[in-house]
């Protein structure tokens, strides 16, 4: 596809399940990048993929949160045992990476997440 | 962590009025730029600083670069209906790999 899709566009879960959430970026974008948003509210940084770099996890908010990338491609975040708090829209975004660049970042529609 | 506050918070205005969106921080960025996020979508670009001191105007809107790269500012001049949305402002660190967020300014132009 022309742009980052995400999948699924909307989830509703019951607390202490287990949810998996996907991006799909642009092809040929060696950067992605997950974010979380609240109502509103900016984005809250949570990983950070570059090519085959260790990536950046110094944004998850716990350890129930993981998330992988495989073959440089699809992404895929993980949230165990969810709790209410983490109700919220999580984005997934992509870019050209080149060293102190300024690239820009295309998002996806993003993931609503529900915990009940 | 980098951090970005931006205010005004919420903002309402009447079209045809001029606003200005602040952006500030107290450490240095490589660059910053400006998204707009309208409802149910992700963010979208609108501009990229590098330069402090850097002034850049998109049709209506001109951004600036504080001199520090520690600020940015978004003025929109005669506002429409249409410039309703999110404005986000997002500062990319001196490794320049993370794009850190602000809180955004959540803009309204009534008819």
């Known amino acids: 596809g022309a742009g980052v899709s995400q999948s699924p566009s909307n989830k509703v879960t019951e607390k202490g399940k287990d949810v998996e959430l996907r991006c799909d970026p642009i092809?040929?974008?060696?950067?992605l990048y997950w974010y979380r948003q609240s109502l509103g509210q900016g984005l809250e940084f949570l990983i950070y993929?570059?090519?085959?770099?260790?990536?950046?996890k110094s944004g998850l908010p716990s350890d129930r949160f993981s998330a992988e990338r495989t073959g440089g491609s699809v992404s895929t975040l993980t949230i165990q045992r969810t709790q209410q708090e983490d109700s919220a829209v999580y984005l997934c975004?992509?870019?050209?990476?080149?060293?102190?660049?300024?690239?820009?970042?295309?998002f996806g529609e993003g993931s609503r997440l529900t915990v009940l | 962590t980098q951090l970005l506050e931006q205010s005004p918070q919420f903002l309402s205005i009447q079209e045809g009025e001029n606003l200005t969106v602040y952006c500030n921080s107290s450490?240095?960025?490589?660059?910053l730029q400006w998204y707009r996020q309208e409802p149910g979508e992700g963010p979208v670009l609108l501009v990229t600083?590098?330069?402090?001191?850097e002034v850049k105007k998109l049709k209506r809107l001109t951004f600036q670069f504080g001199d520090a790269r520690k600020d940015s500012s978004l003025h929109i001049t005669a506002a429409q209906t249409g410039d309703t949305g999110l404005y986000l402002c997002?500062?990319?660190?001196?490794?320049?790999?993370?794009?850190?967020f602000g809180e955004g300014t959540q803009l309204t132009v009534n008819p």
């Open positions: 993929f570059q090519g085959n770099s260790a990536p950046d």
């Open positions: 975004a992509s870019s050209l990476y080149r060293r102190m660049s300024t690239g820009e970042l295309f």
């Open positions: 997002a500062g990319r660190e001196t490794s320049g790999s993370r794009l850190t």
């Open positions: 600083v590098v330069t402090g001191g």
């Open positions: 092809s040929g974008h060696t950067a």
């Open positions: 450490s240095v960025f490589s660059s």
